[in-house]
């Protein structure tokens, strides 16, 4: 997908909607100058925090064996992954794609999650212009293969240390709330809502609440949007089929078994197919 969120964009109701050119106008320039401070301001957070990089560091050793960054492949703008670095906070033998057990985290771990610390190396990745300091989270790519046309375009703008979703709520919304906040951000994509974001994130962190998401959370979001979609691709199966039930009536009773919306090469069975993108 390559969808240009200055243009046009998907309200929380799921409708396309075009910006007015004033619109486009100031998001031109938030989103220059947003793209500028977020390389700065990463820069200069990762030479100021060095010291407690590297405390954070010798506590991740001292604490447990195993590396001290995680690295995972997320989704970031326009649905293309990249690998995301934080600090490990679980034992080095955990497997995040076992969701047949729990997650076993480290002392320092725990503290590090409750405290969002451990995403400090994400900062890397703003750096390097793979992340934003505000925007939707980036989840892993399961996510967005499970999800429909419209729920992709939050995927429109580059992925967040921190974004709306997370600041009204973190990890004790559902995902369609989450996906609905993240809609409405790029909706609304501006400074003053990204001062917004800001200021809601540090109440969260203060509160820890819904600070870790877990593999039982994450498998049940992604259940939840498989049979979310799935309901809505038999519904749109079912629209059509009735649909070409109607045509293939009325064109029988003028016996016409060809509609005049079709070409020569076109009949009705290539209309069903190509609606439901299968060819």
Same mark, same amino acid.
């Given at each position: 997908?390559?969808?240009?969120?200055?243009?046009?964009?998907?309200?929380?109701?799921?409708?396309?909607?075009?910006?007015?050119?004033?619109?486009?106008?100031?998001?031109?320039?938030?989103?220059?100058?947003?793209?500028?401070?977020?390389?700065?301001?990463?820069?200069?957070?990762?030479? #100021?925090?060095?010291?407690?990089? #590297?405390?954070?560091?010798?506590?991740?050793?001292?604490?447990?064996?195993?590396?001290?960054?995680?690295?995972?492949?997320?989704?970031?703008?326009?649905?293309?992954?990249?690998?995301?670095?934080?600090?490990?906070?679980?034992?080095?033998?955990?497997?995040?794609?076992?969701? $047949?057990?729990?997650?076993?985290?480290?002392?320092?771990?725990?503290?590090?999650?409750?405290? $969002?610390?451990?995403?400090?190396?994400?900062?890397? $990745?703003?750096?390097?212009?793979?992340? $934003?300091?505000?925007?939707?989270?980036?989840?892993?790519?399961?996510?967005?293969?499970?999800?429909?046309?419209?729920?992709?375009?939050?995927?429109?703008?580059?992925?967040? #240390?921190?974004?709306?979703?997370?600041?009204?709520?973190?990890?004790?919304?559902?995902?369609?709330?989450?996906?609905?906040?993240?809609?409405?951000?790029?909706?609304?994509?501006?400074?003053?809502?990204?001062?917004?974001?800001?200021? #809601?994130?540090?109440?969260?962190?203060?509160?820890?609440?819904?600070?870790?998401?877990?593999?039982?959370?994450?498998?049940?979001?992604?259940?939840?949007?498989?049979?979310?979609?799935?309901?809505?691709?038999?519904?749109?199966?079912?629209?059509?089929?009735?649909?070409?039930?109607?045509?293939?009536?009325?064109?029988?009773?003028?016996?016409?078994?060809?509609?005049?919306?079709?070409?020569?090469?076109?009949?009705?069975?290539?209309?069903?197919?190509?609606?439901?993108?299968?060819?």
């Amino acid at each position: 997908m390559n969808e240009n969120y200055i243009e046009k964009y998907v309200d929380i109701e799921g409708n396309i909607r075009e910006r007015k050119y004033i619109e486009k106008i100031k998001m031109i320039i938030f989103a220059g100058t947003k793209f500028m401070l977020d390389r700065v301001l990463a820069i200069l957070g990762l030479i #100021l925090l060095s010291p407690i990089i #590297l405390i954070i560091s010798v506590l991740i050793k001292i604490d447990s064996k195993g590396p001290i960054f995680f690295k995972q492949e997320r989704t970031g703008k326009n649905g293309e992954d990249f690998y995301v670095y934080k600090f490990r906070t679980m034992i080095a033998e955990n497997d995040v794609h076992d969701f $047949s057990k729990a997650d076993k985290h480290t002392k320092i771990g725990e503290i590090l999650r409750k405290t $969002s610390l451990d995403e400090i190396p994400q900062l890397w $990745s703003i750096a390097t212009a793979k992340m $934003s300091f505000i925007g939707p989270r980036p989840w892993i790519p399961d996510y967005f293969n499970n999800m429909n046309d419209i729920q992709r375009h939050r995927y429109c703008v580059r992925p967040g #240390l921190t974004g709306l979703a997370q600041a009204m709520g973190r990890n004790d919304i559902d995902i369609f709330k989450k996906i609905r906040y993240d809609l409405e951000y790029i909706e609304n994509y501006s400074f003053t809502q990204d001062i917004k974001v800001i200021m #809601l994130t540090i109440r969260e962190v203060f509160t820890t609440k819904g600070a870790d998401a877990g593999k039982n959370t994450i498998q049940k979001e992604l259940e939840d949007l498989k049979n979310f979609n799935n309901v809505r691709k038999n519904v749109e199966i079912l629209e059509t089929v009735t649909k070409i039930a109607q045509l293939w009536r009325a064109n029988y009773s003028s016996k016409k078994y060809v509609t005049r919306q079709f070409t020569k090469k076109e009949n009705i069975w290539t209309y069903f197919f190509m609606h439901m993108n299968l060819i």
